[in-house]
Structures are given as structure tokens and as C-alpha cells.
């Protein structure tokens, strides 16, 4: 299953790109992947992951602006539509479990 993550937060003042930075380094650290600018995708093993998962972004929880969730399976995740652009094939957008590094 993938934890598809939407987020729209205000950058005007310095505590608030503080703020903005601090969430995306988490996002980041915690395995997410960007799709597309404040559109992000993490790929879960199950619900319990997922439980899990929607704790901690609830402890790093900025306290301005708005965060989406949206949680698909694989199969729906892959039938997304790119009206404009190329699907991301990167070895870590898969859903492969082994990857060989060499």
C-alpha cells in the first residue's frame, strides 16, 4: 500500500520556512518520495505500517498550513495517469522488496 502525502504550507515569515524545511527533512528521512512539489509517496507493508507511519506524522505535525492523506493500494497506485510528464522509475518508486546494488 502507498501513503500518498499532500501538504500546503505558508513560507512568508522566517519561523515559518524554519517550519517547512524541518517537515520536508522529516518527510525525507522518513523514506518518503516527492512526486511532484509538496506531493509525496511512501510505500507501506500494511496497515500496521501505515498505523505507525500516521503517528509520527502526527508527533512532527507543523502547526500551520494543511496536510492531506491518502492511503491506495499498489494495484491503484499504479494505474495513475500522467496527462504530462513521465512515470518515475527510480528503484526506490518500485515495489520491490530485494534490490541488488551491484
Same mark, same amino acid.
Given at each position: 500500500?502507498?501513503?500518498?502525502l499532500?501538504?500546503?504550507?505558508? +513560507?512568508? +515569515?522566517?519561523?515559518?520556512?524554519?517550519? $517547512?524545511?524541518?517537515?520536508?527533512?522529516?518527510?525525507?528521512n =522518513? &523514506?518518503?518520495?516527492?512526486?511532484? @512539489? %509538496? !506531493? $509525496? %509517496?511512501?510505500?507501506?507493508?500494511? #496497515?500496521?505500517? %501505515?498505523?505507525?507511519?500516521l503517528?509520527?506524522?502526527k508527533a #512532527?505535525?507543523?502547526k500551520?498550513?494543511?496536510? +492531506?492523506?491518502?492511503t !491506495?493500494t =499498489?494495484?491503484?497506485?499504479?494505474?495513475?495517469? $500522467?496527462?504530462? &510528464?513521465?512515470?518515475?522509475?527510480?528503484?526506490?518508486? +518500485?515495489?520491490?522488496?530485494?534490490? @541488488?546494488?551491484g
Amino acid at each position: 500500500m502507498r501513503m500518498l502525502l499532500m501538504f500546503d504550507m505558508p +513560507t512568508e +515569515t522566517v519561523d515559518e520556512r524554519k517550519a $517547512y524545511r524541518k517537515f520536508r527533512k522529516f518527510l525525507i528521512n =522518513e &523514506g518518503f518520495i516527492m512526486h511532484q @512539489f %509538496s !506531493v $509525496y %509517496s511512501k510505500l507501506l507493508l500494511n #496497515n500496521s505500517a %501505515s498505523n505507525a507511519m500516521l503517528e509520527r506524522l502526527k508527533a #512532527n505535525n507543523p502547526k500551520k498550513g494543511n496536510i +492531506t492523506l491518502l492511503t !491506495v493500494t =499498489e494495484k491503484q497506485f499504479a494505474r495513475m495517469i $500522467y496527462l504530462h &510528464g513521465q512515470r518515475d522509475d527510480c528503484i526506490g518508486n +518500485t515495489d520491490s522488496r530485494i534490490v @541488488f546494488l551491484g
